[in-house]
């Protein structure tokens, strides 16, 4: 008998080595790729990218190990995230951790079950009504029905989410340039239909569906599409059609003759306009508040006038008139033609904006890296950058300088001339400097420098490099 027992420990022992085996070979079988995505990369470095993204996995998985056989790709150049076979368990167990309410996630909800909208059609944005138990702590998703979206259609169903609990509100509506601020800062963000479709169809397909509300970025030197806005008056003047448009009541009494004023004369930025506000404002945010309509227009080319006045004190104000007029744009600065809010939305024509977009001349657009710095910053180089720098002599009068170039890591550069030459009368040289990158990825900064001797003293400009050939990728919303 003594002799049997380990015997039988050992066929145990095999069993259960043969079991794990089957476990094992079963969770293999059932892991899929999962990709997951952290927004902006918080690193420079992609290595230290990499490092985050492992110990990330590491804690799902439970060892960083096994978070390197795991993982299949890690994004670390345009955006953070990774991809990683996981099984469904652990798939769960990390949508826990990286939407957690701590790093901004909320829970995404669309008032279309019947505990949430008793009355319907509840989930309407203008009729939305909600249950606060199933609302407290999520965002809500709502659809307008009407073609255009009045402000208080927005404000009230924010606060509605807001009386429910709720952290935030998501608004699909018909496409348009009309943008209506929650009250008290509320979080509330508008999207076109095909976005909201989109939302609903993740959220009825989704188990546990989440959502982070970021705050607004602007993305400067993006061309922005030009459009005359749908209240905007237009053209001809129905009593008179020479004349392009009356202006309001406004008249010109003229040899006994009542004239209506041609008008529009131009068109200008009036929607959607920051504008200082009373503090008894409904709308206003911290003394200011977005006004739209001719008040807000008018400014714009009443600065022009004010600068044309300045030029030309002699100037008439038909001159002035005349010259804005006749100088204006038929098409929006970038390149893009103008059209007109309506139904239909067409190209616009002189009966929606007049002369066009008032204009100054031309000017040539000045370089960042051109500010005349002791040291030299290259945060963005793609193929090549040429800069400029001008020196003062405070040395001896007669001076030679000559230039010694250390150029960053997997850079070239030239400085042209390579020689400053200073007398009595050449007390200030300006040199150009021409830096061009062999990378053909993302890097971070190298370094280098550019010293000019004359044999005794020295100066030394400090350069920093950064190779960027792909650029980060900026969400709009």
């Known amino acids: 008998m003594g002799k049997a027992r380990p015997i039988c420990a050992l066929v145990s022992l095999l069993f259960l080595l043969y079991g794990h085996c089957i476990m094992m070979t079963t969770a293999e079988a059932t892991s899929k790729v999962h990709i997951v995505y952290l927004g902006e990369k918080q690193h420079d470095d992609p290595i230290l990218t990499t490092n985050s993204h492992l110990e990330m996995l590491a804690s799902v998985v439970e060892s960083?190990?096994?978070?390197?056989?795991?993982?299949?790709?890690?994004?670390?150049?345009?955006?953070?995230?990774?991809?990683?076979?996981?099984?469904?368990?652990?798939?769960?167990?990390?949508e826990a951790i990286f939407t957690g309410k701590e790093i901004g996630f909320r829970s995404l909800i669309y008032p279309e079950a019947k505990e949430l909208n008793p009355k319907p059609p509840g989930h309407a944005c203008e009729y939305l009504s909600v249950n606060a138990s199933m609302v407290a702590g999520k965002v809500v998703l709502c659809f307008t029905t009407v073609t255009v979206v009045p402000a208080v259609i927005v404000l009230s169903a924010a606060e509605v989410v807001k009386e429910a609990g709720g952290v935030g509100l998501i608004v699909a509506k018909n496409p348009s340039n009309d943008m209506y601020p929650c009250t008290n800062g509320f979080p509330c963000i508008e999207v076109d239909y095909e976005i909201g479709t989109r939302m609903l169809y993740y959220i009825r397909s989704t188990s546990f569906p989440v959502v982070k509300l970021s705050p607004s970025k602007t993305i400067v030197g993006k061309p922005v599409l030009a459009k005359v806005a749908h209240f905007s008056s237009r053209g001809p003047n129905s009593k008179s059609p020479a004349i392009l448009k009356l202006l309001g009541q406004i008249r010109i009494l003229l040899h006994n003759l009542i004239l209506p004023v041609a008008q529009p004369d131009i068109a200008a930025p009036g929607v959607n306009i920051l504008a200082a506000a009373s503090p008894l404002d409904t709308f206003q945010d911290g003394g200011y508040v977005m006004h739209s309509g001719t008040s807000m227009a008018a400014p714009h080319v009443a600065g022009i006038v004010a600068l044309l006045k300045g030029i030309h004190p002699d100037w008439s104000p038909a001159a002035i008139k005349s010259a804005l007029v006749t100088t204006a744009w038929t098409n929006h600065p970038s390149g893009f033609p103008i059209f007109a809010e309506g139904s239909p939305q067409k190209l616009a024509n002189p009966f929606d904006f007049g002369g066009g977009l008032p204009t100054v001349c031309p000017y040539e657009e000045l370089s960042i890296l051109d500010v005349n710095l002791p040291s030299i910053t290259i945060p963005n180089l793609r193929n090549s950058s040429t800069l400029t720098r001008t020196v003062t002599n405070v040395g001896a009068s007669n001076s030679i300088y000559r230039a010694v170039i250390e150029p960053p890591f997997g850079t070239s550069m030239s400085v042209k001339p390579n020689v400053l030459v200073f007398n009595n009368k050449t007390k200030k040289v300006t040199f150009t400097v021409t830096v061009t990158t062999a990378h053909q990825v993302n890097t971070g900064y190298f370094f280098g420098s550019i010293t000019w001797t004359d044999g005794v003293h020295t100066v030394r400009s400090p350069l920093s490099v950064r190779t960027e050939i792909l650029q980060p990728y900026i969400s709009e919303n």
């Open 64 to 94: 960083k190990a096994m978070a390197s056989e795991l993982i299949v790709h890690s994004y670390k150049h345009g955006f953070s995230g990774f991809a990683a076979k996981l099984t469904e368990s652990q798939a769960q167990k990390g």
